[in-house]
Nanobody, 121 residues
Framework: QVQLAESGGGLVQDGDSLRLSCAAS????????MGWFRRAPGKEREWVAS????????YHAVSASGRFTISRDNAKSTLYLQMNSLKPEDTAVYYC??????????????WGQGTQVTVSS
């Protein structure tokens, strides 16, 4: 099974950018659809974006559309989330997730530990 490790979170100011990374190991990365999710303090986990196995199809939540971009590098077994124009309401723990049918079902079997993103106003 695949193991996932997020990195790239931190404390930034309103309007700044960050790029999150998710390094995969333990299985063939290109066999998995991938997704980014987040959980803000006191809120339910929220889907942010998804990408299919070869990166040809991407999906973004309305809250992320136009500001966030999901991408992947299968040669490096790494998933990315480029986040621009960050807002305080983007403050959350961000998780990457993997599943062989994630973009079809919306369900992901494998999860990373998360990386904290804090946006100050």
């Amino acid at each position: 099974q695949v193991q996932l490790a997020e990195s790239g979170g931190g404390l930034v100011q309103d309007g700044d950018s960050l790029r999150l990374s998710c390094a995969a190991s333990g299985d063939i990365f290109s066999e998995y659809d991938m997704g980014w999710f987040r959980r803000a303090p006191g809120k339910e986990r929220e889907w942010v974006a998804s990408i299919n196995r070869d990166g040809g199809r991407t999906y973004h939540a309305v809250s992320a559309s136009g500001r966030f971009t999901i991408s992947r590098d299968n040669a490096k077994s790494t998933l990315y989330l480029q986040m621009n124009s960050l807002k305080p309401e983007d403050t959350a723990v961000y998780y990457c997730a993997a599943d062989r049918a994630g973009t079809m079902t919306g369900r992901y079997a494998y999860w990373g530990q998360g990386t904290q993103v804090t946006v100050s106003s």
